[in-house]
Nanobody, 124 residues
Framework: QVQLVESGGGLVQAGGSLRLSCAAS????????MGWFRQAPEKEREFVAA????????YYADSVKGRFTISRDNAKNTVYLQMNSLKPEDTAIYYC?????????????????WGQGTQVTVSS
């Protein structure tokens, strides 16, 4: 059972930046692809970004492409989401998730483990 703990959320003005971290309870480097999702009030959970086990491949939602960067440090069992040029519509709870395969990465039901989420609020 992999436990995931997100951190780094907070309140930021539009145009600002935040870096989210997701620490895993066990070694994930050779076993798990990782993803970030977000959910705003009264909206469906939305894919943000995913990265394969080695970090060589990443995929982004169109809404964040060019602004967000997903990365991982396998030595620290940690995945990051660098968020730049934030917009009010980025406001949501952000979740990281882990899975053993890397296909159809936008589909949240294919992820096996989830963190508790961290709130990101972007003011206009």
């Amino acid at each position: 059972q992999v436990q995931l703990v997100e951190s780094g959320g907070g309140l930021v003005q539009a145009g600002g930046s935040l870096r989210l971290s997701c620490a895993a309870s066990e070694r994930t480097s050779s076993n798990y692809a990782m993803g970030w999702f977000r959910q705003a009030p009264e909206k469906e959970r939305e894919f943000v970004a995913a990265i394969n086990w080695s970090g060589a491949n990443a995929y982004y939602a169109d809404s964040v492409k060019g602004r967000f960067t997903i990365s991982r440090d396998n030595a620290k069992n940690t995945v990051y989401l660098q968020m730049n040029s934030l917009k009010p519509e980025d406001t949501a709870i952000y979740y990281c998730a882990a899975r053993t395969t890397y296909y159809s990465v936008t589909y949240y039901k294919l992820y096996d483990y989830w963190g508790q989420g961290t709130q990101v609020t972007v003011s206009s």
